[in-house]
């Protein structure tokens, strides 16, 4: 059990350009979640994946936002056209199944200049 | 949506302190889980408690789920400690609704 991976650490990006996360949660872990968390705040639901399924997002997912998790084993988080409110923290969970506490990754922290 | 409020948002403590951190929340929840960020902005899962207590080592949480609050104390601080305390609820397996934190410093 490594925990959840989150690549890469930092990212600094101008705007207007598209930018991908990953994330490799426990292997043994079906269900993964990613956040995004701005300073001083705690962190905000994006979407969540059940195996390879997207079973919810939030209103916060625009159209610039997407996920994937092919084969149900790492997941990747792209955002288009980066904006300077993009800048911040996103994080990736994972859990087990329902009635388990989530393990976080160390986050990738976006810097859109 | 749910609306979850810590309390108090900022506590300073002197080293073998005991505290106790509560959070509010609005509706009725299946989950609902502590963490606690490190200054390095690493967060770890304390506890998973929608209802009920438990407890590991110095920290131990009740949830009140009739009355929508839950409670994590912290007894004989260390400064390994400080950091923010997060409580975050949600109705089961979608996604938590985080409150703004609790930030806690122990001082030597």
């Known amino acids: 059990d490594t925990g959840v991976s989150q690549n890469p650490r930092h990212k600094i990006t101008k705007r207007g350009q598209n930018v991908t996360f990953r994330c490799d949660p426990i292997?043994?872990?079906?269900?993964l979640y990613w956040y995004r968390q701005t300073l001083g705040q705690g962190p905000e639901f994006l979407t969540y994946?059940?195996?390879?399924?997207?079973?919810?997002k939030s209103r916060l997912l625009s159209d610039r936002f997407s996920a994937e998790r092919p084969k149900g084993s790492f997941s990747t988080l792209e955002i288009q056209r980066t904006e300077q409110g993009d800048s911040a923290m996103y994080l990736c969970?994972?859990?087990?199944?329902?009635?388990?506490?989530?393990?976080f990754g160390s986050g990738t922290r976006l810097t859109v200049v | 949506g749910i609306q979850v409020e810590q309390s108090p948002p900022d506590l300073i403590l002197q080293e073998g302190a005991n505290s106790t951190l509560r959070c509010n929340f609005s509706?009725?929840?299946?989950?609902l889980q502590w963490f606690h960020q490190n200054p390095w902005g690493q967060l770890i899962n304390l506890f998973y408690?929608?209802?009920g207590t438990k407890q590991n080592g110095r920290l131990s949480a009740t949830t009140v789920a009739t009355e929508r609050y839950s409670l994590l104390y912290i007894s004989s601080s260390q400064t390994t400690d400080s950091g923010v305390y997060f409580c975050?609820?949600?109705?089961?397996?979608?996604?938590?609704?985080f409150g703004k934190g609790t930030h806690l410093i122990i001082q030597p």
């Open positions: 969970a994972s859990s087990i199944q329902t009635g388990y506490g989530y393990t």
């Open positions: 292997s043994e872990h079906n269900r």
């Open positions: 994946f059940q195996n390879e399924a997207q079973l919810e």
């Open positions: 509706d009725s929840v299946n989950n």
């Open positions: 408690i929608p209802s």
């Open positions: 975050a609820v949600g109705g089961g397996a979608d996604g938590l609704t």
